[in-house]
């Protein structure tokens, strides 16, 4: 195994300044950096003083590139793959080459910085305990609603990507598909000159953006609420299951595991399966 090594880097954003320091170390003493778009990638290696040489991997070249990158790896050098702005592989190319390369038993290491997601999700004023990232929003307006309505029951935080052109069009579609008074947030152009968050309900945040073109440019990152917990439900299928594990448990053993795995009180389990046990056969 050689002594290469090939670093996933975060890079800022939007402002050139939110970066790491260990960050700048790597990209400039690689031999050379994988990016997305090499000339906004060169815009930011030029604000920071470095120099290395580039060469452009992205989603239409990415097996092609992903066999050169191997290639020079092996024979010793090291690079660095960064992506148009974040943390590379989030609704970015690079997988297929970071497999290559650690299926050759070659290190991978990641070199933390900004994210999109996190940035967005820590400034929303929604739950972050859990979440889903679902990347970007699709752009026909059929399949739009459809995906949408499918992700309309996820109890987790819903974390989205849109752009200027559809941002409208997609509220509004979220509204239909999640319900209009569902908690929502909009984080448009992070980090950048004119930052903005909006906070409120669906409804609310599309006539925001309805009504002020300022609302409809840059690029957005959209946070909704998870669907509401049916504690019925939720009750009624860990009963269930308390049911399904008393042959082989105690009940109290029983209603501990399905407490553990249903979001409701093991004693109302407990309760209604004691229940169950005095009740006579019909």
């Known amino acids: 195994m050689t002594s290469a090594v090939l670093h996933i880097v975060a890079t800022p954003i939007?402002?050139?300044?939110?970066?790491?320091?260990?960050?700048?170390?790597?990209?400039?003493?690689?031999?050379?950096?994988?990016?997305?778009?090499?000339?906004?990638?060169?815009?930011?290696?030029?604000?920071?003083g470095i120099d290395t040489a580039l060469m452009a991997l992205h989603e239409h070249n990415e097996e092609k590139a992903a066999e050169a990158i191997l290639a020079r790896l092996?024979?010793?050098?090291?690079?660095a793959l960064?992506?148009?702005?974040?943390?590379?592989?989030?609704s970015d190319p690079g997988y297929r080459l970071v497999r290559l390369v650690a299926g050759h038993a070659i290190p991978v290491v990641a070199i933390p910085g900004p994210s999109a997601i996190t940035a967005a999700l820590s400034i929303s004023g929604l739950a972050t305990d859990r979440f889903a990232f679902e990347g970007f929003v699709p752009q026909k307006s059929v399949a739009r609603l459809a995906w949408l309505k499918s992700l309309?029951?996820?109890?987790?935080?819903?974390?989205?990507?849109?752009?200027?052109?559809?941002?409208?069009?997609?509220?509004q579609d979220m509204v239909a598909a999640f319900g209009a008074s569902r908690p929502a947030a909009i984080c448009r152009e992070m980090t950048k000159q004119f930052e903005t968050v909006l906070r409120g309900t669906l409804t609310e945040l599309h006539q925001a953006v309805s009504t002020d073109a300022n609302q409809r440019k840059g690029e957005f990152v959209v946070i909704v609420a998870?669907?509401?917990?049916?504690?019925s439900a939720d009750l009624t299928q860990a009963i269930q299951l308390g049911r399904a594990l008393q042959p082989y448990l105690t009940t109290s053993q029983a209603a501990r595991v399905a407490a553990k795995i249903h979001p409701v009180s093991r004693r109302e389990i407990y309760d209604q399966l004691q229940q169950d046990s005095r009740e006579p056969d019909s």
């Not at 170390?25 to 604000?47: G, N, P, Q």
């Not at 309309?152 to 509220?171: G, K, N, P, T, Y």
């Open 74 to 79: 092996q024979q010793g050098q090291s690079v």
């Open 152 to 171: 309309s029951d996820e109890r987790r935080s819903l974390v989205l990507f849109e752009s200027s052109h559809r941002i409208e069009a997609s509220l």
């Open 226 to 231: 998870g669907a509401e917990r049916d504690q």
């Open 82 to 90: 960064v992506s148009d702005a974040g943390t590379p592989l989030l």
């Open 14 to 48: 939007g402002n050139m300044e939110d970066i790491t320091l260990r960050a700048l170390k790597v990209l400039a003493s690689v031999e050379f950096i994988a990016a997305e778009d090499t000339r906004h990638t060169r815009a930011l290696l030029s604000h920071h």
